[in-house]
Nanobody, 123 residues
């Protein structure tokens, strides 16, 4: 099992940047595929980005491609999401998630979740 804790959310103006962090408890962190999802009020949880166990493969939602960068540090049991050129439509609660298999864009296929971090982008 793995426990996940997000940090780094906050309020930022449109065009600004934020960096989210996800700290994992498991010493087997490197065996998990990791991902970021987000959920805006009244909307379903949606995939943002995912990274495989070794970091060799990365996937981004079209809505964030070219603006967001996902990364992980297996030595520190950490995952990050660098968010640049933020837009008001990026406002949501951001969750980190883990699973044992390859990257999936479906939130139903992730068994481990953090508590979420609020990101608010003002216009």
């Amino acid at each position: 099992q793995v426990q996940l804790v997000e940090s780094g959310g906050g309020l930022v103006q449109a065009g600004g940047s934020l960096r989210l962090s996800c700290a994992a408890s498991a010493r087997t962190f490197s065996t998990y595929t990791m991902a970021w999802f987000r959920q805006a009020p009244g909307k379903e949880r949606e995939f943002v980005a995912g990274v495989t166990r070794s970091g060799s493969a990365i996937d981004y939602a079209d809505s964030v491609k070219g603006r967001f960068i996902i990364s992980r540090d297996n030595a520190e049991n950490m995952m990050y999401l660098q968010m640049n050129s933020l837009k008001p439509e990026d406002t949501a609660i951001y969750y980190c998630a883990a699973r044992l298999f390859t990257i999936s864009r479906s939130h139903d296929e992730y068994g481990y979740w953090g508590q979420g971090a609020q990101v608010t982008v003002s216009s």
